[in-house]
């Protein structure tokens, strides 16, 4: 159950760099989307049927007025969909969040229309050339949230294909491939930083991807990597401290935490209550998780500042693999880790506004790791920007601004 959300950076905005298309602009009339939560425009935790065309990859679909087809799923959703049951951002009453009540009865509202958006929510990029449908019960969250996405309707015609196969068979002219995200995002917030995708394993997956998409010549587009700790699942100490106005030392005195350190989404509870003296530090080892789809064992309740710098030096890592085989593809990478650190830097305006990656400050939703409407806004005009500078499109900019005045999430 969540109860209370704190502050935290984070974001989800885009730079580019790229090769050059020459002066034929590229072909978007069979656009195919591959990648992972982020691309499935996942809000909310949840995979919904009104929440997934908000995601950016619509978005630029609806800008360049070619279809998108997504793989629709019902209300409560998959799981069932985060709601802001009470309360606010500071400084107002705390929130109070919950899972909606409600089971999923079949997964899909359209199961015989091939989506074109066949991101799958938590896979990984060697995930994504060896996972396959199942009609198992039992399969693990994200080999079922594959089920959902790449199961209909193939196996209702006896075909049980991979992310990577589906992306060829769709015959894409213009293919975004998002991955690599949860190759570190989901070991860091469920502080199973082992679990990290080896390099070579990363680099042998990455190039065996893109060498498999080049062979339908379409025009690639690719995604690098944000510093993951800087979504509002991690809250910094320092900035724990600074909301508390007490200093970081004596934070750190009272919940067992070391410099640079950051509470995971689960102790944030117990940090306002220890910091209030209605209960004693420091922090347990462990807390509840607060994504039982995410796990359903209890996480470290803190991420240390020695595996926050081993997870950005992985990431860095990552990314060099991104940029070196998106080059020798001749595809346009999106920069998305330098926006997201530029947007956690400066906020995002809008009029007199300025939103903010902290939780709900308007770009993250309220499951701390997936944008809100208006996130996915900034990040589909990030795209947009991309490609007309360097694929020769016109694509207008997506209008953040409307968007956001009708964003539940943005107070």
């Known amino acids: 159950m969540l109860k209370t959300f704190c502050r935290a950076t984070c974001a989800c905005a885009f730079f580019s760099m790229v090769v050059s298309a020459g002066n034929k602009p590229a072909d978007l009339s069979r656009f195919v989307v591959m990648g992972d939560s982020l691309s499935a425009g996942v809000e909310n935790f949840s995979l919904l049927y009104n929440q997934q065309p908000n995601g950016y990859a619509s978005l630029i679909a609806k800008q360049a007025e070619t279809p998108l087809s997504l793989p629709l799923v019902p209300y409560p959703g998959a799981p069932n969909v985060l709601q802001l049951e009470s309360g606010g951002p500071p400084p107002g009453p705390p929130p109070v969040i919950e899972p909606a009540p409600g089971t999923l009865i079949f997964p899909r509202l359209n199961a015989i229309q091939e989506p074109f958006n066949i991101s799958v929510p938590g896979i990984t990029v060697g995930e994504a050339i060896t996972m396959r449908p199942t009609l198992n019960p039992n399969a693990p969250a994200v080999q079922q949230w594959a089920t959902i996405v790449l199961g209909f309707p193939a196996l209702l015609l006896g075909q049980a294909p991979t992310q990577l196969e589906t992306a060829v068979a769709l015959r894409p002219t213009t293919i975004i491939e998002a991955l690599g995200n949860n190759d570190a995002l989901v070991p860091a917030l469920v502080g199973q930083l082992a679990a990290l995708t080896p390099l070579a394993q990363f680099t042998a997956s990455y190039q065996q991807v893109l060498d498999t998409l ?194 539940p999430l943005v107070f």
């Open 214 to 407: 080049s062979t339908t010549h379409a025009t690639l587009i690719t995604v690098n990597i944000p510093d993951v700790t800087e979504v509002p699942y991690f809250t910094a100490v320092a900035a724990i401290a600074q909301q508390a106005g007490v200093p970081v030392a004596t934070v750190d005195a009272l919940l067992g935490t070391g410099p640079g350190d950051y509470v995971r989404l689960s102790g944030l509870t117990l940090v306002d209550e220890i910091l209030s003296g209605t209960a004693t530090g420091p922090l347990p080892a462990t807390c509840a998780s607060p994504l039982a789809a995410l796990s359903p064992s209890p996480i470290p309740c803190v991420l240390t500042a020695a595996d926050a710098a081993m997870l950005r030096s992985t990431i860095n890592a990552y990314n060099g693999v991104i940029a070196a085989q998106s080059a020798s593809h001749h595809a346009l990478v999106v920069d998305l880790h330098t926006l997201v650190d530029q947007i956690s830097t400066n906020g995002y305006r809008i009029g007199t506004k300025t939103l903010t990656t902290t939780f709900l400050g308007g770009l993250f939703s309220l499951d701390g790791i997936h944008p809100t409407n208006t996130g996915y806004g900034v990040i589909a005009n990030s795209f947009i920007t991309a490609m007309n500078a360097n694929l020769n499109t016109h694509l207008a900019q997506v209008n953040v601004p409307a968007i956001a005045a009708k964003d």
